[in-house]
């Protein structure tokens, strides 16, 4: 099975503070993902990478950043966090091929800005 | 562009009753379909998915059919349990999309004993 963890169920920080959110999956999947999940909105696609060191925008990028040195390993930054990045983050990941494989999701990062 | 639409919730049934969850979606080409459901304090798990127009994706007693003329893909399930109680969340694959997903509002399902 695969598993993709998320280094946090829960988070406080202040405004303004650097946010680091991490996460890793067992698989050797070449694609991973970071989606934001708010009430009435559905989830929403914030950066996803194909491979190391690649990154690409996705719906909502702005007010974050990626990093991805590592294949199973990708970080979501919010380099000063502020009240409106209160949400949940989900981290998943997926095969390369065939392109439409599905994704593997983590448990979720429950991240509270004050 | 593309998207995904949900009939809203949140949904109540009592146990044994028959579910329809409604999916319809924008989407050029023929994306691939999926749905999936959270339990409470959990990610996001697949439940089904279908490929290709007509074709019935099925799990745990749940179905549903890529319906290509009317753009829907209806989540169904004969009977359901309290076990059942969740978010299920409708989404869409584009073939030229890189696998990204778009995802519906989610819909909230309880079902009382």
């Known amino acids: 099975d695969v598993k993709v963890t998320q280094s946090s169920r829960y988070l406080v920080k202040r405004t303004g503070e650097k946010v680091f959110l991490e996460c890793v999956q067992d698989m050797d999947h070449e694609n991973m993902f970071w989606y934001r999940q708010d009430p009435g909105l559905g989830l929403r696609l914030i950066y996803f990478?194909?491979?190391?060191?690649?990154?690409e925008k996705g719906d909502i990028p702005e007010g974050y950043s990626v990093s991805r040195e590592k294949k199973e390993r990708f970080s979501l930054i919010l380099e000063s966090a502020s009240t409106n990045q209160t949400s949940m983050y989900l981290c998943?990941?997926?095969?390369?091929?065939?392109?439409?494989?599905?994704?593997?999701f983590g448990n979720g990062t429950r991240l509270t800005v004050t | 562009g593309n998207s995904v639409t949900q009939m809203e919730g949140p949904v109540t049934l009592s146990e044994e009753a028959f579910l329809t969850i409604n999916c319809t979606y924008t989407a050029t080409g023929y994306p691939s379909l999926f749905w999936y459901v959270q339990y409470p304090g959990e990610g996001l798990q697949l439940l089904l998915k279908?490929?290709?127009?007509?074709d019935k994706g099925s799990n745990k007693g749940f179905e549903a059919t890529y319906r290509k003329e009317t753009t829907s893909f209806h989540l169904e399930k004969g009977s359901v349990q309290v076990s059942d109680s969740a978010v299920y969340f409708c989404?869409?694959?584009?073939?030229?999309?890189?696998?990204?997903?778009?995802f519906g509002e989610g819909t909230q399902l309880t079902v009382n004993p």
């Open positions: 990478s194909y491979d190391v060191k690649m990154k």
């Open positions: 998943a990941s997926s095969l390369g091929r065939p392109s439409n494989s599905p994704l593997h």
């Open positions: 989404a869409l694959m584009r073939e030229t999309s890189g696998s990204r997903l778009t």
């Open positions: 279908a490929t290709k127009a007509d």
